[in-house]
């Protein structure tokens, strides 16, 4: 799942204009991810032929690094739509307030400072596996976008 990059080429002036990547006609398409230093990254998907781009967009295949990758997921709304709806999902089983207290619960049973009462434990844990769904999910969707 390639990700590709290119710089925008704006025409100042009255009638300026600005040059984007151009994407294919045909589903699957590409989606722009966001712009980090100047560079707008593209998510192109395997079976997606991109038609020839504009010369002077400078479009080429990105080289990611994990530092590179994570300043795109900060930078993408894809990525931004992602950990809202994971939000949504955990918030639609549990409060914030059900989170705190399996976060107290859960930090004092690890430090030794607390014992579980009656069904906590079940409920800590019952509360961690959705997170950890919603969590695989998050990144099932991420890994679709090729971050």
């Given at each position: ?36 230093a100047g560079w707008h990254y593209v998510y192109v998907p395997t079976a997606t032929v991109m038609p020839e781009q504009p010369a ?92």
């Open positions: 799942m390639p990700i590709y990059k290119y710089q925008r080429n704006i025409t100042t002036g009255p009638n300026g204009t600005t040059l984007y990547f151009r994407n294919a006609e045909a589903e699957p398409r590409a989606q722009e991810l966001g712009e980090v002077g967009i400078d479009w080429q295949l990105a080289t990611l690094t994990d530092a590179l990758r994570e300043q795109i997921k900060t930078a993408s709304r894809p990525c931004h739509l992602i950990a809202d709806r994971m939000q949504q999902m955990i918030r639609g089983a549990y409060s914030l307030e059900d989170e705190q207290y399996f976060s107290r619960i859960g930090v004092g049973a690890a430090l030794g400072v607390y014992v579980f009462q009656a069904g906590e434990m079940n409920a800590l844990l019952a509360f961690g596996a959705h997170v950890e769904a919603v969590r695989q999910w998050g990144k099932d969707r991420r890994a679709e976008i090729g971050l």
